[in-house]
T-cell receptor
Framework: AQKVTQAQTEISVVEKEDVTLDCVYE???????LFWYKQPPSGELVFLIR??????QNEISGRYSWNFQKSTSSFNFTITASQVVDSAVYFC???????????FGAGTTVTVRA | KAGVTQTPRYLIKTRGQQVTLSCSPI?????VSWYQQTPGQGLQFLFE???????NKGNFPGRFSGRQFSNSRSEMNVSTLELGDSALYLC????????????FGPGTRLTVL
């Protein structure tokens, strides 16, 4: 069974603050894929990143960065210098190697105040 | 390149009715997945189609069904609607479905009264 836990339900920050979203996962697979999606108020899920379990290198994309630690089954996401446009619900998701479905966490609502 | 489109965007039905939702994937994408999003259960996988064949199915009752056409467009049907079926139904498409990034549509907001 696969499970994704996002312990933080809501996070509120002031613009320009950094915010880190936690994601912990459980899986019996030795290979798997992890994802982060953003869901703005419009409702459409926007793909942010995909990481396979063999690649533990951290990744940075602009103000976004991801810290994958297989030893602790965590795939955390940091927004640096947050902006109001970052306000959204962020989902962490897990997919097994030979399956086609994403298992999502409950999501973390991020509110960035001006 | 046009994104994933879903129609209708909003739908209101009454208990016992049936509903059909439509999803047009990105051109060239052959895999279409459906997800249900509710405040209580979050995002849950319904099923995935590839080349007109259902490859995987989530844990939903048989009232939920789907199909995919030769042009990769997909429909999902919910029969005998229940109040608990009120949700945002999201469709996602990808090239082949295998670990590819999935592109999501804006969803269909279904309200069952």
């Amino acid at each position: 069974a696969q499970k994704v836990t996002q312990a933080q339900t809501e996070i509120s920050v002031v613009e320009k603050e950094d915010v880190t979203l936690d994601c912990v996962y459980e899986t019996r697979d030795t290979t798997y894929y992890l994802f982060w999606y953003k869901q703005p108020p419009s409702g459409e899920l926007v793909f942010l990143i995909r990481r396979n379990s063999f690649d533990e290198q951290n990744e940075i994309s602009g103000r976004y960065s991801w810290n994958f630690q297989k030893s602790t089954s965590s795939f955390n996401f940091t927004i640096t210098a947050s902006q109001v446009v970052d306000s959204a619900v962020y989902f962490c998701a897990l997919a097994p190697p030979n399956d086609y479905k994403l298992s999502f966490g409950a999501g973390t609502t991020v509110t960035v105040r001006a | 390149k046009a994104g994933v489109t879903q129609t209708p965007r909003y739908l209101i039905k009454t208990r016992g009715q049936q509903v059909t939702l439509s999803c047009s994937p990105i051109s060239g994408h052959r895999s279409v997945s459906w997800y249900q999003q509710t405040p209580g259960q979050g995002l849950q996988f319904l099923f995935e189609y590839f080349s007109e064949t259902q490859r995987n199915k989530g844990n939903f009752p048989g009232r939920f069904s789907g199909r995919q056409f030769s042009n990769s467009r997909s429909e999902m049907n919910v029969s005998t609607l229940e109040l608990g079926d009120s949700a945002l139904y999201l469709c996602a498409s990808s090239t082949s479905g295998r670990r590819d990034e999935q592109f999501f549509g804006p969803g269909t907001r279904l309200t069952v009264l």
